[in-house]
């Protein structure tokens, strides 16, 4: 999987036209070799109108540097996004995000190139990260034209490992980002928000590396899903 990550990356860098993603492409992915340690992380959630990208749309970028295996919390950054239908009702009520925020929200284009800068030559943290690498992908394609190759951390992969490697006995429950964090005694936040989730992840990732590691020196793709 990184050979392809970054076979994408180059082949795509060349098709794509000059703007943010061609920016984000221009940079190389993070070596699966690198120390843990030494590799710069954004952590970052997305709030959608549902699960399936092809139908359903972001609704919101929550996000927020790591760096030296510390939180920057002077980067964290919440965006809505304005989209082009009514906010379904059961949606509303996960996300408290009305018709009326989505309607001021920036476009998806605009919070994109905030965002893919940020990204660029960084490792993504998320929680169930297939979700948001499926929507950024597909935003990125209907944008520009082509996905988006990432280094991702997911913390429910990485307890899902965990539990299995030390035959801990789970139920679905417990991989869920606020049960992850209760079991690690790391602070209780809102669910559904997208930088308060993203802020759990990272969080939640700092936790899971001191234990796994134990002071040793891993590489990165000990970590990588």
């Known amino acids: 999987m990184p050979v392809f990550c970054d076979w994408q990356r180059r082949w795509w860098r060349r098709r794509v036209a000059p703007g943010a993603l061609r920016e984000y492409l221009e940079q190389p992915l993070v070596s699966p070799r690198s120390d843990y340690r030494t590799v710069d992380y954004v952590a970052l959630d997305l709030e959608t109108t549902g699960l399936d990208p092809r139908r359903d749309l972001i609704l919101s970028v929550g ?63 998320a929680h169930h990260a297939s979700i948001e690498q499926r929507f950024l992908s597909t935003a990125c394609r209907q944008l520009w034209g082509c996905g988006l190759p990432l280094r991702i951390v997911d913390t429910q992969a990485l307890a899902l490992r965990t539990f299995e490697r030390r035959q801990i006995p789970f139920k679905v429950s417990d991989l869920r980002l606020h049960a992850l964090g209760h079991h690690y005694n790391l602070p209780r936040y809102a669910a559904h928000n997208a930088l308060s989730d993203a802020l759990a992840a990272a969080e939640l990732f700092l936790a899971q590396a001191a234990h796994r590691a134990d002071g040793r020196a891993l590489r990165l793709a000990e970590f990588l899903c």
């Open 63 to 125: 996000y927020v540097m790591l760096h030296a295996m510390q939180i920057e919390l002077a980067t964290a950054r919440h965006r809505v996004v304005r989209i082009d239908r009514s906010i379904p009702e059961a949606s509303a009520v996960i996300h408290h995000i009305t018709d009326d925020q989505a309607a001021r929200g920036g476009e998806l284009g605009d919070v994109l190139s905030e965002l893919l800068p940020v990204l660029a030559g960084k490792v993504l943290i």
